[in-house]
Nanobody
Framework: QVQPVESGGGLVQAGGSLKLSCTSSGGSFIRHGMAWFRRAPGKEREFVAAVTWAGRKTYYGVSAKGRFTIARDNDNTAYLQMNSLNPEDTAVYYC?????????????????????WGQGTQVTVSS
């Protein structure tokens, strides 16, 4: 079965960039929509970005738009390129995968769409 595993988190100074990767330790991500969520200390889980299974459509949360880019290699890996980072981006970032259906284009922001979640990778942005 699909099991996302995140990597690439770490420490970065404000204004810097970081690229996260998500691979599957089990089945491939074929026909799965992919998404990144994050959770900062004391805050609720927040939608960051999503991409449809073929990579033809991307979606972004308000905090990510214009700064972050989601991409995938179709089957095996999803990425989140983060630029212009600020301390408010400090959070645990989670990769999620869910079977892409017609409704995915509507409900991609809903965590319930995703059946598979990684354990998260810590991103810390210093001033």
């Amino acid at each position: 079965q699909v099991q996302p595993v995140e990597s690439g988190g770490g420490l970065v100074q404000a204004g810097g960039s970081l690229k996260l990767s998500c691979t599957s330790s089990g089945g491939s991500f074929i026909r799965h929509g992919m998404a990144w969520f994050r959770r900062a200390p004391g805050k609720e889980r927040e939608f960051v970005a999503a991409v449809t299974w073929a990579g033809r459509k991307t979606y972004y949360g308000v905090s990510a738009k214009g700064r972050f880019t989601i991409a995938r290699d179709n089957d095996n890996t999803a990425y989140l390129q983060m630029n212009s980072l600020n301390p408010e981006d400090t959070a645990v970032y989670y990769c999620a995968a869910g079977l892409d259906t017609a409704d995915y284009r509507v409900y991609y922001r809903n965590p319930d769409v995703y059946d598979y979640w990684g354990q998260g990778t810590q991103v810390t942005v210093s001033s």
